[in-house]
């Protein structure tokens, strides 16, 4: 079935650089996009998200870009801190006419390492 | 305000017992949806509820799991005769009609 995934399993960068998550996602009807960020042993925390009619949207350091042509979302971390080092999982949904219906489809994820 | 509640947080059950797994959604959100995790995986859909209905169990096994959410009281997903596969950090989220999904800490569910 369609399903979301992702380029680069594993993320080692130094703290202070930027951070950039690459997504890839099959299903066209997707119209809203989600990064979450999860740390061991705890549940997924919302980061930010992006609507389809939208092709940037920025947050306190970080930035969602979406590409629908190649259908390619990216999660781009400014100043990486040793506290963003955790799991990032990028998550689509498909509005289903216009309700609040919700089930999201997660990507595999990517291990994201920031070293001192 | 307290967020999305799971208990237990930790689960171990012997093969063919019975697992409950509660949650308790956020005060104000009337939708619930459970996912389930294996090892290095992301969250893979079960099913989504809101007050006394089920909405879509598309990603629930046909047997063993069911789930509710009744009036009164937490969200439960039920597992029936558990096998070790059954094993997974199970997640339970919750929202308000067309905002973002809440994530409670999970159970971990284990089978000896």
């Known amino acids: 079935g369609e399903s979301v995934g992702l380029h680069l399993p594993t993320l080692s960068v130094q703290e202070g650089d930027n951070s950039i998550i690459n997504c890839a996602y099959s299903n066209s009807a997707s119209d809203y996009f989600i990064w979450y960020k999860q740390e061991s042993g705890k549940g997924p925390q919302f980061i930010i998200d992006i609507r389809s009619n939208m092709d940037k949207r920025q947050g306190q350091r970080v930035t969602v870009l979406l590409n629908k042509t190649v259908k390619h979302l990216s999660l781009q971390i400014a100043a990486t801190q040793p506290g963003d080092s955790a799991v990032y999982f990028c998550a689509e949904k498909v509005n289903a006419g216009g309700t609040s219906y919700g089930k999201l489809t997660f990507g595999q994820g990517t291990i994201l390492t920031v070293h001192p | 305000n307290a967020g999305v509640m799971q208990n237990p947080r930790h689960l171990v059950r012997r093969r063919g017992q019975e697992a409950r797994l509660r949650c308790s959604p956020m005060k104000g959100h009337s939708h619930v949806y459970w996912y389930r995790q294996l090892p290095e995986e992301g969250l893979k859909f079960m099913v989504y509820l809101q007050k006394e209905n089920i909405i879509d169990e598309s990603g629930m096994p046909k047997e063993r799991f069911s789930a509710e959410f009744p009036k009164e009281g937490p969200s439960i997903l039920r597992i029936q005769q558990v096998v070790r596969g059954d094993s997974a950090a199970y997640f339970c989220?919750?929202?308000?009609?067309?905002?973002?999904?809440?994530f409670g800490p999970g159970t971990r569910l284990t089978v000896l």
């Open positions: 989220a919750s929202n308000r009609p067309n905002n973002e999904q809440f």
